[in-house]
Every structure is written in structure tokens, then in C-alpha cells.
């Protein structure tokens, strides 16, 4: 029996509604800007950006996203990832909806970045990626390399650091992240040949609410009976111990898998060892509560619940993705509403400026932060220590 941070059922399966109208245009008026490809060169009216999202079916998946979360639409058969928003090669997110329809995520941050990233961001792709994992099997124990061994062995532009935010937890769910003190090179490599992940890796009791920051160069896996939300680095760069490929099961060559091992440990960090945090909570209008999930140079992210009738209302002064975790809200940005289904998400767009949700609402919120305006400054008003606040990942 899956047991989650709050009630868990298909009567929560809800809907998020919305309306755009847009600045200069009456209410509830409709904006014709023309075809999208008019579009894409003179975006005069911004909106929150509903994206295809690419359907993993690896082997450790399940039904849960669609029994327990209440996602709709999904194939049949195992389900073991949905990427929210990705800007990945060959699995990059594109525009479902509103004039911008058909248009890839990738050519709107090279094309208006300062409309959809805003502040501090600029680069080639989206920076975040973010994903509804079901381990209802283990995850392959694996690791990611850092921003300079990307660069190096695979010509990427960087690596990829990830959180995981717990969604929901069989009892005696637990985690591999990080290894063990005194652990050298030859002993990892020794008992990752033999499969003797516990005889290195630290294994940690998981919680449904609680959140790990998980830095490159970690070894990792979880499940089985997890139901998490992840953010990293928009980055499909992996290491894997196992001597099968996660997509399929099928077994590797002998020489695959050893390649693999001698990337893994040469890219670990021996001194990563990570940890679950409860979040620090930050004060909220009435009713409403919001927590600090983790945070770092990378991503923050954010858990907001709204009672029925409080609302939730937040500055979009940077790219921020809107992920639906709990029962129907109502969504408001810049004139503009819509529906959004549970474990579901919405891009919304620098441009924007402010967002509303009405409760009842349980959302998560990711964003590439300004640590020092973001993260320290508010918690530290709000009588966080520095070492505290360093534990979300954001350095002191």
C-alpha cells in the first residue's frame, strides 16, 4: 500500500483552471498574433506554456503516476518517467498550446530570452529538467558526471547535479546516495564488479515530503515503492554500475559494462554524501504554507499549499515550472487561465511577472535562483542559520 505526504486517490485526479487576456486586451477578449511562425518572430502576449513531455518506460517503472497521482493520458503498460519540461537532444519539449503552438522550447530561449528566462540565464538550451518518476523497481545504481568531465569526455556543455523531492513512500522505502567513509577507488570498483552496492554505498530511510540534493559525482539509486518529483540539469549524462540497460533490461557486453564502471569511478566524488532534509518553511499569507525544498547554483525548488480560499501568489521574475502535486487549483498569470491536470505542468514565462493560485492547491515550483535575493536573504530574515540554510544545497 503506497502511503504518500497526504491523502492519495482518484478523486483528487483534478484540474487547474485558467484565462488569459493578455496585456492591452479587454477581458476575456481573444488576441489574434497571427501564425506561429509570425508568432515566434513577435510574441507580443506571453502566457503560461503547456509542453509535450517525453514517456519513459524503463524498467523500474510502474502505474503509480497514473493510480496514485491521478495522471491522465498516459500509454499503457509500464510508465517509469514523465519529463516535465526537458530541453535534452533528441527529447526536447515543444509548445502545446496558444499561439506559440509547435514551437520548441530551444528556439524560444535562444530567440527571447529575456522574455522567457528574465534575469541572470543565457545559453543554448533550457537549463532545467524536471520529471514524475515512479520506482515501483529499484533505480540502476549510477552516477552523473560533474560540469568539467561533461565537458571534457563528452563535449556537453555541462553535467548534471538533480534533487529528489519524495512524493510518496512504501514503509521501509530506503535510498543509495553517496559512499560510505573510507571507501577508496579500488574498493568501490571491487564491489560495484560484484554487485556488493551495500559494502560502499550508504543506504538512507526515505520519507514521503523530504527532499536530497544530490551533487555530480554521487552514486545513486532509489526505489523500489518511491514516487518522486526531480529537478537537475538539463542533462541525459549517466554512469551505470549495472550490467543491463535500464530502457530494456537487456543485458550489456562485457566490455560496455566495464567502460562504464571505469567512467563511474573516475568521475565519483568521495566526499559527496548527501542527505534527506525536511525543508525550511519561509512565513505565508493565511492559509497558505511554502517550503523551501532544496536549493543550490543549479535549481531551487519550492512546495506550496494553499487552504481552501487562501490564495498563493508569487513573483515570476525569472522562467518558473508550475507542477501540479495535489487536488484542483485555480491558475492566474497576467490575465491569462486554463486547465492543468494533476501531475501536470505549466512553463511560465519570465515575461508574466506574477502568478496566483487559489487553494485548495499542493504545487511545486522550480526555478534557476539568485541565491543571495532568492534563498539567503529571506530565510535568513526569517531566523535560519547559515548552516541551516547551507543543507538546501545553497552554499553559505
Known amino acids: 500500500m503506497w502511503r504518500g505526504a497526504g491523502s ?8 487547474v483552471l485558467v484565462k488569459w487576456v493578455g496585456r492591452g486586451a479587454a477581458a476575456g477578449s481573444s488576441v489574434d498574433v497571427g501564425t506561429n511562425a509570425e508568432a515566434a518572430d513577435h510574441v507580443t502576449h506571453w502566457y503560461p506554456l503547456r509542453l509535450t513531455t517525453p514517456i519513459m518506460s524503463h524498467t523500474f517503472g510502474g502505474r503509480a503516476l497514473a493510480d496514485r497521482l491521478g495522471r491522465t493520458g498516459l500509454p499503457a503498460g509500464r510508465v517509469a518517467e514523465t519529463w516535465e519540461v526537458s530541453d535534452v537532444d533528441g527529447r526536447g519539449a515543444e509548445v502545446e498550446n496558444g499561439p506559440l503552438a509547435g514551437r520548441s522550447l530551444r528556439g524560444l530561449v535562444t530567440e527571447h530570452p529575456d522574455e522567457l528566462m528574465g534575469r541572470g540565464w543565457r545559453g543554448g538550451r533550457f537549463p532545467l529538467l524536471t520529471k514524475f518518476i515512479d520506482a515501483t523497481g529499484p533505480l540502476p545504481v549510477h552516477l552523473h558526471p560533474d560540469d568539467a568531465a561533461a565537458r571534457r569526455r563528452e563535449g556537453q556543455p555541462n553535467g548534471k547535479t538533480e534533487a529528489w523531492h519524495i512524493l510518496a513512500a512504501e514503509p521501509g522505502a530506503d535510498a543509495l546516495a553517496g559512499t560510505k567513509p ?3 577507488a579500488g574498493l568501490l570498483r571491487e564491489a560495484l564488479e560484484r554487485g556488493d552496492f551495500d559494502a560502499v ?6 520519507q514521503a515530503g523530504q527532499t536530497i540534493y544530490v551533487p555530480a559525482g554521487t552514486p545513486h539509486s532509489f526505489g523500489p515503492g518511491t514516487l518522486v518529483y526531480e529537478i ?4 541525459d549524462l549517466q554512469r551505470s554500475a549495472m550490467r543491463w540497460r535500464m530502457e530494456d533490461g537487456a543485458e550489456l557486453p562485457d566490455a560496455d ?3 562504464d564502471l571505469d ?9 559527496s554524501r548527501p542527505d534527506f532534509q525536511p525543508g525550511l518553511s519561509l512565513p505565508a499569507d493565511d492559509g497558505v504554507s511554502r517550503l523551501i525544498c532544496c536549493a543550490g547554483p543549479y535549481f531551487a525548488l519550492e512546495r506550496w499549499r494553499a487552504e481552501p480560499g487562501a490564495r498563493i501568489t508569487f513573483p515570476v521574475e ?5 507542477s501540479n502535486a495535489g487536488p484542483p487549483a485555480h491558475v492566474s498569470a497576467d490575465g491569462w487561465s486554463g486547465t492543468l491536470d494533476r501531475a501536470r505542468t505549466l512553463l511560465l514565462p519570465a515575461a508574466l511577472g506574477r502568478a496566483e493560485v487559489a487553494g485548495p492547491a499542493d504545487v511545486l515550483l522550480g526555478y534557476l535562483p539568485d541565491l543571495d535575493h532568492d534563498i539567503r536573504r529571506p530565510l535568513t530574515a ?7 540554510i547551507a543543507t538546501l544545497g545553497a552554499p553559505t
Open 318 to 322: 525569472t522562467a518558473m515550472i508550475l
Open 263 to 271: 567512467l563511474l569511478v573516475a568521475e565519483w566524488d568521495p566526499d
Open 257 to 259: 559494462w566495464r567502460h
Open 182 to 184: 573510507g571507501v577508496d
Open 382 to 388: 526569517a531566523g535560519h542559520t547559515p548552516d541551516t
Open 8 to 15: 492519495w486517490g482518484r478523486g483528487w485526479a483534478g484540474k
Open 201 to 206: 554505498l550508504r543506504r538512507l530511510p526515505v
Open 232 to 235: 537537475e540539469q538539463t542533462s
